[in-house]
Each structure stands twice: as C-alpha cells, then as structure tokens.
C-alpha cells in the first residue's frame, strides 16, 4: 500500500477521533480491510493509536457514573473477550467485509434515526445490561461497536457531550486494551509491526485538536460520520457480493 495514501488516512482519522471520541476503528477498519489488510493486521494496526486517544480523552475529562462503568465492565468486556477469541480462532472461515458492512449500515441507522428508534430513553437504561452485552459481542467479532457504544453512551449521559465522549474514551480504552493483549497473545508471529511508529503522531494531534472540540458541534458531526459510514457499509456490501 501506498505510504502517502496510509498516512493520510490514518492522521484524518486520529482527527476524528481525538475531537469526537470515535472514528479511527468505525472508519479504519472497514477503509484497510478494503485495502487488503487482514482482520488481525487491521486491529494491529489501529489499535495502539486508538488506546492512546482514549487514555487521553478519559484523563483529561470529567468522570462518568462509576455504577454504568462497573455495569460495562461485567456485561460488555467478558463478551468481548468471547467473541474476539472466536474472531481470531475461526478467521480463515468468517467473511470480515460482509459483517462489517453489515454492523456499518445497521449502526449508521440507528444513529442518524435515534430519535425515531429510541424515543424514551428510560427504555434504554432498563435494558442497559443486555445493550452492553451486545456492544461486547459486535466489537469483539467486528470492531464495530463504536457506533453503537456513542448511541448508547449519548442516551445514557443525556446528551453531554464532555460525559458522552469521556464514556466512550472508557469504553475504547479497555476494549482496546484486552483487544491487543489478546491479539498479540494469539496472533503474534502473524502481526507486522513496522508500522507502530504511527502512535507518536496521536501526541502531536491530539492536544491542538481539543480546541476544536471545545468549539464543534457534536450532533451534527454524529450525523456526519453516520453518513460516511452508511456510505462505506453500502460500498462494502457491493463489493463483496460481487467477489462472491
């Protein structure tokens, strides 16, 4: 793959995700599954770049209800685990592109509609656990639960957008770290890692982009990113079936 090519997308995407806590594994693991990384190679490549963001954002910003992040860590992360394994064990059988178009358009939806698809968000926190064990299950076989972890932490925060994104930095942040600990565990002669110098740019991106954040508004970028991503999950699901 072209080095220009790769930069330029992976600094776009440390952008978006040091300003809205998302966007790096939503948008990068579709565009470099598309480009001809595998799954396991895709996660080595973007993981460490998404941990750090997240340990910066869920430093420097105020601290979400502990009970939802107890909740998260033992309904959502065992999931995950289960499901990575899985992912990692049977790739060779499991079609990536299509379940990651699939979860794409899905969770695009159900952004760009939430207020149709969730109109009371009480019915959210009474059903919080068995949401937090389907996040788990989608990001551990797709990493694409990001989409749905923003919809699930903007309901949960109401809308604030400092505990929103500190929730979702949470999220991405342990998620991220049992995702490479696992990765690395099972796949490590398989990984290439020439490209982990790529983590230093996150440093040099992500504090001038705070300013950004600050100013930016959070709804209308949420339907922003739901489009592209609607867009890419549909591109995807083309191409696959006329691999196929």
Do not use: W
Not at 68 to 97: D, R, S, T, V
Not at 177 to 194: A, G, M, P, V
């Amino acid at each position: 793959m072209d080095f220009f090519l790769e930069s330029i997308i992976l600094i776009i995407l440390i952008i978006i995700q040091s300003i809205f806590g998302i966007g790096l594994l939503l948008l990068g693991t579709p565009t470099f599954l598309l480009l001809g990384y595998d799954f396991s190679n895709t996660l080595n490549f973007l993981l460490p770049s998404s941990i750090a963001i997240s340990y910066l954002q869920f430093i420097n910003l105020k601290t979400p209800s502990k009970k939802i992040i107890f909740e998260y860590n033992i309904f959502c992360l065992p999931f995950l685990i289960f499901f990575l394994l899985i992912a990692l064990i049977f790739k060779e059988a499991l079609n990536f592109e299509f379940y990651v178009a699939i979860i794409l358009i899905i969770s695009s939806l159900l952004v760009l509609k939430k207020n149709t698809f969730f109109l009371k968000t009480k019915n959210i926190v009474k059903h919080r656990k068995f949401i937090l064990i389907f996040i788990g299950t989608i990001h551990g076989l797709t990493n694409m639960g990001g989409g749905f972890l923003s919809i699930f932490s903007s309901l949960i925060n109401k809308n604030n957008k400092k505990l929103t994104r500190h929730f979702i930095a949470y999220g991405y942040l342990v998620m991220g770290l049992l995702q490479y600990f696992i990765l690395l565990s099972l796949e490590y002669k398989n990984l290439n890692f020439s490209k982990i110098y790529y983590i230093f740019i996150v440093f040099l991106i992500y504090f001038p982009s705070q300013k950004i954040f600050k100013k930016f508004n959070n709804f209308l970028f949420g339907k922003i990113i739901s489009i592209i991503a609607l867009f890419y999950g549909i591109i995807i699901l083309i191409l696959n079936f006329y691999a196929n």
